[in-house]
Each structure stands twice: as C-alpha cells, then as structure tokens.
C-alpha cells in the first residue's frame, strides 16, 4: 500500500511565476491536508479539502489555491510567487475530516523561488 | 504567543541518555500529536494522544489534558534518534497546528 506520495520532489522557480504542487492520498483517505514548513520553523496549515472542496484554510492569501480531484489526490496552485514562498509544502491525509485520526504525511516538495 | 510552545528548542544528549521534551499548548483541542523529521523533510507520526501514556519501544508519550502539557520521553537515546520532533495538536476540525520543534543531536 502506497502511503502519501508528492511530486515534483524539487522545484526551483523565479518570482512572477506560477506552480503547480501535486499529492496523492494514502489508499483509503478522502481528506488531504496542505501545509508549508519554512526553513527552521514548524509548518503552517494552508488548506483542506474533502469531497472536493476546500473545508478549512490557514492565514494564506488567495494567491494560495487548491483543488482535490474526484480520486481524492490534490493540487496545491501557488500564483506570482514571491521569494517568502521558499519552503517544504507537505501533503497530509487522513479517513475522514470528522474523526481524531493519525494523518500521514507525504516526502513533501522543496520549492525555491529564485 | 504562540498557540503551541515546545522546549527546548534545541537539545545534545550522549547516547544513553534519557531525553524529555517538552509540548504546551493554549486552545481547545481533539488530539495531540508527536513527530519525527528527518532531514530532507519527511515526517513520520509517532504518537496520537487524547489522553494519559503511550509507548512505543523506546518512546513513550503522556499528556496532561487539564494542564494542556504533554512530553515526549525517549529512553536509552542513540545517534539514530538524532531528527527534529514536532507537537503538533489536532483543533476540531482535523487541523494540525504545529510548534515549532525540538532539534535532537544524540552524539555516541
């Protein structure tokens, strides 16, 4: 059973452009969970979505977008990055957004905005 | 300040110590978590705790919901040990809100 899994592992953009983040769910889990980790700091909830929509979000601007696709999986949009952006983006899923479980976490994609 | 405080920030130990960290938290939540990263950045959960002691081989894990205090025991610490560990607490909902983590170097 695959668990979280992330691409691209590293990207490396210039400010003004656009990425696209991608994660796919742990088999069984319809709840993915977006969170950026800054160098040195713990991470900070982005969003959630379940059943497609975004359930939750965290004190990040709208240049921060996300989508979930029927399968579950999820993209991450960051538009006209800014070098702030810099950071480990992880992915989490969990069952269900209504119960206490365990997420789990994906490897996490590296971002460097030049 | 602040939602979730760990201490401390960063910690040696030789191997064989015995190692505590510790996790404070202000809001209202459904579960607490412990994590462990390694460099590169993956995170692997640990513990899932809503309330009193969990242990996991060398690890054990408590919490003190009244006090809104829980630790992380690492018994018999080796070099492989060495990561960052993460509280992270569960507010209803399914978020996490994450500290900011304990830097863990056990030397041998």
């Known amino acids: 059973d695959a668990g979280v899994t992330q691409s691209p592992t590293h990207l490396i953009k210039t400010r003004g452009q656009q990425v696209t983040l991608r994660c796919s769910p742990k088999s069984g889990h319809d709840t993915v969970s977006w969170y950026q980790q800054a160098l040195g700091q713990g991470p900070q909830f982005i969003f959630q979505y379940y059943e497609e929509e975004e359930r939750q979000r965290g004190n990040f601007p709208d240049r921060f977008s996300g989508h979930q696709f029927p399968n579950y999986s999820s993209e991450l949009n960051v538009n006209a990055l800014l070098l702030g952006d810099s950071a480990l983006y992880l992915c989490?899923?969990?069952?269900?957004?209504?119960?206490?479980?365990?997420?789990?976490f994906g490897p996490g994609t590296r971002l460097t905005v030049l | 300040k602040n939602e979730v405080e760990q201490s401390p920030q960063n910690l040696t130990a030789q191997e064989g110590e015995f190692i505590t960290i510790n996790c404070s938290y202000s809001?209202?939540?459904?579960?607490l978590h412990w994590l462990q990263q390694h460099p590169g950045g993956g995170i692997v959960s640990l513990f899932m705790?809503?309330?009193g002691k969990k242990k996991h081989g060398r690890l054990i894990a408590t919490i003190n919901i009244q006090e809104k205090h829980s630790s992380l025991h690492i018994t018999a610490s080796h070099p492989r040990d060495s990561a960052v560990y993460i509280c992270?607490?569960?507010?209803?909902?399914?978020?996490?809100?994450f500290g900011a983590g304990t830097i863990l170097r056990v030397k041998s």
């Open positions: 989490a899923s969990s069952p269900t957004p209504l119960r206490t479980d365990t997420q789990y």
């Open positions: 705790l809503s309330s």
């Open positions: 992270a607490v569960m507010e209803y909902g399914n978020k996490l809100v």
């Open positions: 809001v209202g939540i459904s579960a």
